[in-house]
């Protein structure tokens, strides 16, 4: 993980107070440091109020105007704290004379960002615990700033190996969770999809910090645009080495966007299966925000093709309308219960809502938002959705069934129940129409892996109906 260099806020001579302003009397003023204030905001944001660290803290930086290498380390900062919780709460643990689940929350995020700069971080310790002091005091108060320092100096007394040597269970389920800092019913998910063997690596992939990858929209753009290294398994995509995307002009003008590679392959998987028939009606049946979309709807408008790009909610369905080629249709429609009548559609993508656990790279968030039950509850809408897409589409059709998450009840277990009974469906081997990309599974279905192919964990099913 690259390391900041900032070793703390820079600090200039303390200013009295201004002529005429009595002894004691508060004035508003700017956070003393920035950075970590932003940082702190934002995980407190996510706790308090479930925001998404990936869309609050580009604003937050654009609006108290960090950029450079204080935008870098407000960033690094953010998502190493998110990250590393659950470890660094079990570090706290140890250092702390209360539970840590009896710290007040605003205090207790004080100590995580503290704990992540001194154990994940080459910043300084003594820098790490002072400007944590300082803003465990700004937040909680000057009694509160004592117990944070007397807190993070114990942490500070070990480095993180030797701390893992102490808080790890012995238990090897409980040993990955506090190490890689994944909730138990994480790990064993993970492990039951990619196998004991594989694990580790997994839980570490999803803890590095993921290189930025573009996607140039078909029709639109071009890879060579984009100015990046061209990627390795998409012929759309290049990875972006440094620097803010929004500065490759494709992508201020919106011809390009920032897209996981995997993303971009199970959309092209379905363009490039013999569709046995009329090829000219596509259909997106969860479309929001749009990544696949826009990628579909340039494919689509290439070879004479339409698509339409749906979704429940009015507000996804408006971010759809603003990434997809104009010629394309964007409507407000339930998947579950559509519209359309049925065998309309040659190509059907179904990208149902699902547990996002294939994307804990980009949304570390999640891993702590979410518990088992989550995928329960979605179990049944995405038995629904697929049930329609394989309705919505023609005889010789074809249907891709893709999920941002590996974990087996949202991925084969779905497709198996939902195909149960059903003798007018075949299953196509997904791997085969990848050709290219090493360890996707023996099929007929397509997995990656962060750990493999350095993108995020999506599911692929391609299914044909006779």
Known sequence: MPQPRSAGPRQGPRQGPRQGQRQGQRRPKAPRDPVRRTAFDVLQAVDDRDAYANLLLPSLLRERGLSGRDAA????????????RGTYDAVLGMCSDRPVAKIDLPLLNVLRLGTHQLLGTRIPPHAAVGTAVDLARSVSGPGQAKFANAVLRKVAARD???????????????????????????????????????????????NERPRVTLVARPGRSTVAELGGE?????????????????????????????????????????????AGGPDARWLDLCAGPGGKAALLSGLAGERGAHLLACDLQPH???LVRGTIDPRAGVAVADGTRPAWAPG????????????????????????????????????PLQRRLLASALDAVRPGGVVAYVTCSPHLAETRVVVDDVLRGRDDIERLNAPSYLEGVPGLGEGPYA?????????????LALLRRS
């Not at 803010?244 to 003008?253: I, K, Q, S």
């Not at 993508?349 to 294939?358: F, T």
């Open 73 to 84: 380390l407000a960033t690094e900062l953010t998502y190493g704290t998110l990250r590393g």
């Open 160 to 206: 993180l190996d030797a701390w893992l040597g102490i808080i790890a269970p012995k238990d090897e389920t409980g040993r990955l969770s506090v190490v890689h800092s994944h909730p138990r019913w994480i790990v064993n998910a993970l492990r039951d999809a990619a196998g004991a063997g594989e694990v580790e690596a997994l839980l570490a992939a999803d």
């Open 230 to 274: 061209p990627a390795a398994y998409s012929p759309y995509a290049a990875y972006l080495a440094e620097g803010d995307p929004g500065a490759v002009l494709a992508v201020r003008e919106g011809r390009a966007a920032v897209q996981d590679e995997a993303s971009q392959l199970v959309a092209l998987a379905l363009t490039r299966v013999e």
């Open 316 to 318: 996804r369905a408006r």
């Open 344 to 379: 309309s559609f040659d190509r059907v993508l179904a990208d149902v809502p699902c547990s996002g656990l294939g994307a804990l790279r980009r949304r570390p968030e999640a891993r702590w938002r979410r518990g088992p039950e989550t995928i329960a509850e979605l179990g």
């Open 447 to 459: 997995q990656f892996w962060p750990h493999r192919h350095g993108t995020d964990a999506m599911f």
